[in-house]
């Protein structure tokens, strides 16, 4: 049975996929024991089509005209189709986060880092996430279980209970 958190259905999953967005580029916010269960819900199943999707590749090869007008043969590592299905269920269920500045970084340095990246989040998940937690199932022998929930006590003020969420 879904938790209604006390919202209405379009805020509610505005929320949870806030912060199921949240989890995923931090790795770890405080939130209420209801909430945090509906986030590990939501970010396990995201981060399982990611596992299952994130190694394929298609190669490509593409002809181009240098500089002198003579054809090159340019090959590209594309998404294949599932791949590329998993990153446009994942856009759609997240937000997009986009890039910070590190503190005291060049404006042109900053460019250059982050020039070839367009959707930083969905890429952190299929470069770090998806490859380490696919090892780790290939370790253990087991999918899922990406994050945990640790349940701190009550919230002053309201006297909610809160917990932490975080993937492992």
């Given at each position: 049975m879904a938790r209604?958190?006390?919202?209405?259905?379009?805020?509610r999953m505005a929320v949870l996929k806030h912060q199921v967005t949240d989890l995923l580029w931090y790795g770890k916010i405080e939130t209420t024991?209801?909430?945090?269960?509906?986030?590990?819900?939501?970010?396990?199943k995201l981060i399982t089509l990611a596992v299952k999707t994130y190694d394929d590749k298609v190669?490509?090869?593409?002809?181009?005209?240098?500089?002198?007008?003579?054809?090159?043969?340019?090959?590209?590592?594309?998404?294949?189709?599932?791949?590329?299905?998993?990153?446009?269920?994942?856009?759609?269920?997240?937000?997009?986060?986009?890039?910070?500045?590190?503190?005291?970084?060049?404006?042109?340095?900053?460019?250059?880092?982050?020039?070839?990246?367009?959707?930083?989040?969905i890429e952190k998940i299929f470069n770090d996430y998806a490859p380490h937690f696919a090892k780790r199932a290939e370790e253990v022998g087991q999918g899922g279980g990406y994050t945990r929930i640790i349940k701190l006590g009550t919230r002053r003020?309201?006297?909610?209970?809160?917990?932490i969420v975080e993937l492992i």
């Open positions: 209604k958190l006390g919202m209405r259905t379009q805020l024991v209801d909430r945090a269960k509906d986030v590990r819900r939501i970010a396990e190669t490509v090869t593409k002809t181009r005209y240098n500089l002198k007008g003579e054809e090159v043969a340019v090959e590209f590592e594309n998404d294949g189709p599932k791949k590329l299905s998993a990153r446009r269920r994942l856009m759609s269920s997240l937000y997009d986060i986009q890039q910070q500045r590190e503190k005291g970084e060049k404006a042109a340095a900053f460019k250059e880092r982050t020039k070839d990246i367009n959707h930083p989040l003020g309201d006297n909610a209970e809160t917990a």
